[in-house]
């Protein structure tokens, strides 16, 4: 059974960087093939889809962290990076990890991070 991992939240001040990482447990080879990403859900808000990132390793980022944020993922590790820079204080959220793949849609348990002005 896959089970997602999230670590590298945390608190930081405004303009601060974070390096969030998910690992994939018991994937075996579906990790490779999968669409993996990063949500994030704010208090009283609805999750919403930071990036994400195919197999084939494109990208895609929701507007407000485009030129801040940068998905990556290593295989061989089973692992996706989400590198945030410049972070705001409406970044403030718990931080999730999901894998898309043909078996449907698994997430991670998730990771907060607090930006304070």
């Known amino acids: 059974q896959v089970q997602l991992v999230e670590s590298g939240g945390g608190s930081v001040q405004f303009g601060g960087s974070l390096r969030l990482s998910c690992t994939a447990s018991g994937s075996g080879t579906s990790f490779r093939l999968s669409t993996m990403g990063w949500y994030r859900q704010a208090p009283g808000k609805e999750r919403e889809l930071v990036a994400n990132?195919?197999?084939?390793?494109?990208?895609a980022y929701t507007g407000s962290v485009k030129g801040r944020f940068t998905i990556a993922r290593d295989n061989a590790k089973n692992t996706v990076f989400l590198q945030m820079n410049s972070l705001k204080p409406e970044d403030t959220a718990v931080y999730y990890c999901n894998q898309n793949s043909l078996i449907g849609d698994i997430w991670g348990q998730g990771t907060q991070v607090t930006v304070s002005s």
């Open positions: 990132i195919r197999s084939s390793g494109s990208t």
